[in-house]
């Protein structure tokens, strides 16, 4: 009976124990995407409509770089994820509004299955227009304040325009795992929960094309500085 007390007291501490054993044993990839060459100025699009709302200029947002060349809005993801990387798609959708005529955020990430709600902040009407190539097409119109959801089986990258706002553009990327994700503005981004061993790191930009890395994760976590050059 003391025996059986005693395995029903170490029982929870060696649970723990084995939790924290694979916690730690989880690597992680840190990165941050930068540009090489010369960078142009940014591109200023002339708004031709609703100019109450959309104002008379939008910055393109294809080449979104600081002033240290860190890029925003590169995808990257494992090109070899682990065997049984998780790709069931998450019970919250993800959410793309319109602001001020734009699309934020511009590139969104979302599993095979998965939802998109786009969203309408803006107090007038917009269009949702896309034609896929592995998923449905549509064509929704969407005035303020209405959400129309979309579900993208999958995997391929998406552009969204507005027919109303020729300038408006954004992409969805259809993820076949979990392992992806977008850079922010400092160009920086991270890949958790990794078993060590040997992947290749693939990315894209929509302007300035594609690329790939090899890199080893062991028990620290790896840093990587991935470049792509203006063109």
Known sequence: M?????????????????????????????????????????????????????????????????????????????????????????????????????????????????????????????NLHSKPRDNPAFNRTQPKGRTIPITFAQPEIVPVTCDLHAWMRAWVVVAPHAFYAVTDSQGRFRLDNLPPGEYTLRYWHERLGTGSRAVTVGDAPAAVTLELPVR
């Open 2 to 126: 003391l025996r059986a007390i005693g395995l029903r007291r170490a029982l929870p501490a060696a649970l723990a124990a084995l939790a924290a054993a694979g916690a730690a044993s989880a690597g992680e990839i840190r990165g941050q995407v930068r540009v090489t060459g010369s960078v142009p100025p940014p591109t200023m699009l002339r708004v031709t409509i609703d100019h109450y709302v959309c104002g008379t200029e939008k910055r393109a947002e294809d080449l979104v770089v600081s002033p240290a060349r860190e890029l925003q809005n590169v995808v990257v993801w494992l090109g070899n994820p682990p065997p049984g990387a998780p790709s069931t798609a998450p019970a919250t959708p993800v959410q793309m509004d319109q602001k001020g005529c734009v699309f934020e955020p511009h590139v969104v990430v979302v599993p095979a299955g998965g939802t998109v709600e786009f969203l309408n902040s803006d107090r007038l009407l917009h």
